[in-house]
């Protein structure tokens, strides 16, 4: 089976821009996660996404992070406007269900860069 | 809250050696636990995780860890490494509130495999 998408897999933009990252995930997998991976540390969730609700996004810095998955199916992260720490890896991964046992499937992250 | 502690941000062992790396965890719950491998600019990938069945769980590449819940312990090893071992190595809990399931990463270990 097609595993998680993302797109692009690479950003490199100034400070005070915007960006979008992009995810689809697996086929009938009805949670989401958002994860941001900084250079040198594990990743850490920014949002879970329960089919098209919002389960936990007690992490996402609200004032300039924004998230959607418009029909419970892909997703996307906003940033605006970006500072210099938000340069880092985003990680976008599924589950079938919320279970705790659940396997998160991951894609291969896009790689921002804020200059 | 649940954390997650990698003793060794790096390891270096010789082609053929012992793999053992270090993990530690803090839990209120029962943990469910997992061990996921990143390759350089790719996604994460599980090598294993533990849910509670048997303590000694063993996963993909050769790789097993074991539960030890008086030490609260789950300590990844390979009896013979591999160059294409050579990747960064996380260690994971599960969250477990109401509909939570994102997962708590370590910091990493990076392991290196020498010829």
């Known amino acids: 089976e097609a595993g998680v998408a993302q797109s692009p897999r690479y950003k490199i933009i100034e400070k005070r821009q915007s960006v979008a990252f992009w995810c689809n995930p697996i086929?009938?997998?009805?949670?989401l996660y958002w994860y941001q991976q900084i250079l040198g540390q594990g990743p850490k969730l920014l949002i879970q996404?329960?089919?098209?609700?919002?389960?936990?996004d007690s992490q996402l810095p609200k004032d300039r992070f924004s998230a959607e998955r418009l029909k419970g199916v892909d997703s996307t992260l906003k940033i605006q406007p970006a500072k210099l720490e938000d340069s880092a890896v985003y990680l976008c991964?599924?589950?079938?269900?919320?279970?705790?046992?659940?396997?998160?499937?991951f894609g291969p992250g896009t790689r921002l860069t804020v200059l | 809250a649940q954390s997650v502690t990698q003793l060794g941000s790096h390891v270096s062992v010789s082609e053929g050696a012992l793999v053992l790396l270090r993990c530690n965890y803090s839990?209120?719950?029962?943990?469910?636990l997992f061990w996921y491998v990143q390759y350089p600019n790719q996604g994460l990938q599980l090598l294993l995780k533990?849910?509670?069945?048997?303590?000694l769980v063993k996963g993909i590449n050769g790789f097993e860890a074991e539960f030890k819940k008086s030490e609260t312990s789950f300590h990844l090893t390979k009896p013979s490494a591999h160059m294409s071992d050579a990747a960064e190595y996380f260690c994971?809990?599960?969250?477990?509130?109401?509909?939570?399931?994102?997962?708590?990463f370590g910091s990493g270990t990076r392991l290196q495999v020498q010829p």
């Open positions: 991964a599924s589950t079938t269900s919320p279970e705790r046992a659940d396997t998160q499937y």
């Open positions: 086929s009938g997998h009805a949670t």
């Open positions: 994971a809990v599960s969250d477990h509130g109401t509909g939570r399931r994102a997962l708590t």
């Open positions: 533990y849910t509670s069945a048997a303590t």
């Open positions: 839990s209120s719950v029962p943990p469910y």
């Open positions: 996404f329960q089919n098209n609700g919002v389960v936990d």
